[in-house]
């Protein structure tokens, strides 16, 4: 049964994008599954070599929901297909968590308790990152939280490319009817300042994030920073009109987000 929240039912899932990675996806279900919640793992047109392992884990994992896309197109395209299928089986949340072991699944409960106190808040993880991370993409991601925090013309979002985060499903439903979100890497900086437009109070978690020695990464660094160099173009431009909105709550004193 769903757990009651301070606005209704509570029914969080998990919710695991995958694309090739074998060696990882199932310590990352199998914790998740420790934790009590329900895993949708979306599959994004993998080789036959990951297929494997995700059917043998289907199988074996009660609580385990496995969608397949039939070819790879993207993590934002495999987000935005869990997101509204975990909102069409009934779930109210989704923790997007990546399937690579970066992310530290014992933060899971923090997440969870975050959403329970505050169900409408998307709370996100602010990494906190240990000496494995590569210098080149740690100092990217500051150009990125300069122009997030100039889209929302707030400091709400602690870290907008944090893949470790959990979603109101309401609000981002709505979202993906408004307008389509992008298809790779740039999905979650988008999806997070379209919610703040949209009002959703934020919540950033500090959370442990490795990078795992040998680890697979599909960030390519020059396709998906053009992505992202388009997507702010565009995110600017779609806070023009916004801004007086944005403004004014700001003037009201309305909360957008807390550490």
Same mark, same amino acid.
Request: one cysteine or more; charged letters at 25%; hydrophobic letters at 45%.
């Given at each position: ?32 599954? +420790?934790? %009590? ?10 080789? #036959? @070599?990951? !297929?494997?392992?995700?059917? &043998? /884990? ?40 990546? +399937?690579? %072991? ?10 969870? #308790? @975050?959403? !329970?106190?505050?169900?409408? &808040? /998307? ?34 979002v602690g870290d907008s490319m944090c893949g470790y985060r959990l979603y109101p499903l309401e609000a981002a439903c709505a979202e993906i009817a408004r307008a389509p979100l992008p298809a790779r890497m740039d999905f979650d900086t988008e999806i ?63 909360p957008a987000c807390a550490a």
């Amino acid at each position: 049964m769903p757990a009651q929240g301070t606005a209704g039912p509570f029914a969080p899932c998990a919710l695991v994008p995958i694309y090739n990675h074998k060696d990882t996806i199932a310590a990352t279900v199998r914790a998740l599954r +420790a934790h %009590g919640l329900p895993v949708l793992v979306v599959d994004d047109g993998s080789d #036959a @070599a990951t !297929r494997d392992v995700l059917d &043998a /884990l289907a199988r074996e994992v009660e609580g385990m929901r496995l969608i397949r896309l039939p070819r790879n197109q993207g993590k934002g395209r495999a987000l935005t297909a869990g997101l509204l299928a975990a909102r069409e089986a009934g779930h109210t949340h989704a923790l997007q968590i990546d +399937a690579d %072991g970066q992310h530290d699944v014992a933060d899971a409960p923090r997440f969870l #308790a @975050a959403a !329970r106190a505050e169900p409408r &808040a /998307l709370v996100c993880g602010r990494p906190v990152y240990d000496a494995s991370v590569p210098r080149a993409r740690l100092y990217g991601r500051y150009v990125t939280h300069f122009f997030v925090w100039l889209e929302t013309l707030s400091f709400a979002v602690g870290d907008s490319m944090c893949g470790y985060r959990l979603y109101p499903l309401e609000a981002a439903c709505a979202e993906i009817a408004r307008a389509p979100l992008p298809a790779r890497m740039d999905f979650d900086t988008e999806i997070a300042v379209r919610l703040v437009w949209r009002g959703a109070p934020v919540r950033n978690l500090p959370t442990r994030v490795t990078y795992p020695e040998g680890g697979l990464s599909h960030f390519r660094m020059w396709r998906d920073n053009l992505r992202i160099s388009a997507m702010h173009a565009r995110l600017l431009l779609g806070m023009l009109p916004r801004a007086p909105r944005l403004l004014w709550r700001r003037l009201r004193g309305e909360p957008a987000c807390a550490a």
